[in-house]
């Protein structure tokens, strides 16, 4: 069976300081790697989709795929209050477009 | 993206009663899909709603309570049928926008509650 699997949490990190949020993945082929944000009481909103090996960065946020160990993370710098939620990870499960999702992580940004 | 709207955004209901949530979209979108979230959770798909055909449902999930209409490529429902307290959770309607992606927008979701 696929799986994603994610550290519950919850991560508490200092306010400034940089946050790392983990995800491994089952199924080799997986080649489409995305995190949400989810707010408590609100849906998951995209932060970043990445589709091959090394790093993207967007703003503060940086993701980091490896297909060879099977892990995709998620970086934040200069963590803010306002990035307390939830971190999901999903992966694409193949040709029929389904996303596969991790627990999520539950991270909280102490000022 | 697409703007995505779902109605209603929460609701109580009693056992034995069913409910229909609706989810618009602003734009024609390649697939739609239902994800419930029960409290604490992650999300877990319900079905692709198929644009003028029958739904494709997970494991677990069947036509008979969860039965879901798309008649067109801009709008789909998900009726809950026969609800008991266990159907409780957020209700989440998806989309991709065109066949170039797979990256799934979320509507805003409906909250249900049941008694």
């Known amino acids: 069976q696929k799986e994603v699997e994610q550290n519950s949490g919850p991560l508490s990190v200092p306010e400034g300081a940089i946050a790392s949020l983990n995800c491994t993945y089952s199924?080799?082929?997986?080649?489409?790697f995305f995190w949400y944000r989810q707010y408590s009481g609100k849906s998951p909103e995209l932060i970043m989709s990445?589709?091959s090996n090394g790093d993207k960065e967007d703003g503060r946020f940086t993701a980091q795929l490896n297909k060879a160990s099977q892990y995709v993370s998620l970086l934040i710098r200069d963590s803010q209050p306002s990035d307390s939620a939830t971190y999901l990870c999903?992966?694409?499960?193949?040709?029929?477009?389904?996303?596969?999702w991790g627990l999520g992580t539950s991270l909280a940004v102490n000022p | 993206s697409a703007v995505i709207s779902q109605k209603p955004s929460r609701d109580i209901c009693q056992r034995g009663t069913s409910l229909t949530i609706q989810c618009q979209v602003d734009?024609?979108?390649?697939?739609m899909f239902w994800y419930r979230q029960q409290p604490g959770q992650s999300l877990t798909l319900i079905a692709t709603a198929n644009q003028g055909s029958e739904a494709t449902y997970e494991s677990g999930f069947v036509i008979d309570k969860f039965p879901i209409s798309r008649p067109n490529l801009t709008f789909s429902t998900l009726t809950v049928s026969n609800m008991s307290p266990e159907d409780s959770s957020i209700y989440l309607c998806?989309?991709?926008?065109?066949?170039?992606?797979?990256?799934?927008?979320f509507g805003p979701g409906t909250r249900l509650t049941v008694l």
């Open positions: 990445i589709y």
């Open positions: 734009s024609q979108v390649t697939m």
């Open positions: 998806s989309v991709l926008p065109s066949a170039s992606t797979d990256t799934q927008y």
């Open positions: 999903a992966v694409n499960a193949g040709n029929n477009r389904k996303l596969i």
């Open positions: 199924d080799r082929v997986s080649q489409s």
